[in-house]
């Protein structure tokens, strides 16, 4: 079974031009799919590019919580129709993100509620970013509800307690480089209670970037030393770690996916 990296920014500016020789090292290293998140206008047009010239790539499309300071209806209308395109599987990163002040609170709630609202007209799951903001995500959420479809909390970075929560809420739990850390012992506990049919890995590339990697930019071939640190978390082999995780992914995106890398 191949790795899946359910979470990577292939369609920033930092990979452009080298695309290709970024997936033959994902390839090397294991990677067989990769989930393309796009959040701006930009960037979900890159990712509706690369998806539809790779099978073995999806699309991931939604409006960032910094970036919802420009949301209105004709980035709505666009997306509408950019989810019910064959290679779309799932709307995001929605979410909330107190660390950049590129967009108000109010303005960055308004959105995030509407795209939920969103992805549950076109019956897709939806992948939140939350950062220094986990009291009001999973207010949010909780007030919302998910999708029928389901979710991801994107790059978990909090401790087993707030894992439960959203894990209590139907959430599936992705884990990146950040569980490989020096410091984040509590990430590591929640990744060590989270059940294994709600475990998932990613980049985050180009951002994140793993131990041993630290430093460097992130790719997708790194996301092979996540699913390393998660099979010493569980006592399970890599290989027990793909499977579960890639069958997992499968499953919450509804892709069988026509070949892999």
Same mark, same amino acid.
């Given at each position: ?7 990577? /920014? ?5 990979? /452009? ?27 979900? &047009? ?33 997306? /509408? ?9 799932? *709307?995001? &990163?929605?979410?909330?993100?107190? /660390? ?99 475990? *998932? ?17 992130? &790719? ?42």
């Amino acid at each position: 079974m191949k790795l899946f990296d359910t979470h990577t /920014h292939l369609n920033v500016s930092q990979f /452009h031009g080298k695309e290709e020789e970024y997936l033959q090292r994902a390839k090397e290293a294991g990677v067989g799919f990769l989930a393309v998140v796009g959040f701006d206008r930009p960037t979900i &047009e890159r990712s509706l590019t690369l998806s539809q010239e790779h099978k073995h790539l999806i699309s991931v499309v939604g409006c960032h919580p910094t970036e919802t300071i420009y949301y209105d209806q004709t980035f709505e209308d666009d997306l /509408h129709k950019w989810l019910e395109l064959d290679r779309v599987k799932m *709307l995001g &990163e929605i979410g909330l993100d107190y /660390h950049w002040d590129t967009s108000p609170k109010d303005i960055q709630a308004k959105v995030f509620r509407r795209q939920i609202a969103i992805a549950k007209e076109h019956n897709l799951p939806i992948t939140i970013h939350n950062r220094e903001a986990t009291k009001d995500c999973y207010r949010i959420l909780k007030e919302e509800g998910l999708p029928a479809a389901g979710g991801i909390m994107h790059s978990f970075g909090e401790g087993p307690e707030e894992a439960k929560r959203f894990l209590d809420l139907g959430m599936h739990l992705s884990f990146s480089g950040v569980v490989t850390f020096k410091k984040t012992e509590d990430v590591r506990q929640a990744a060590a209670i989270t059940p294994l049919d709600k475990l *998932l890995i990613e980049t985050d590339a180009p951002y994140l970037a793993p131990v041993p990697m630290r430093g460097k930019q992130n &790719e997708p071939a790194f996301v092979k030393y996540v699913a390393e640190k998660l099979a010493e978390v569980r006592n399970l082999s890599v290989e027990e770690v793909a499977r579960i995780t890639s069958e997992n992914a499968f499953k919450l995106f509804n892709w069988q996916p026509e070949e892999e890398a």
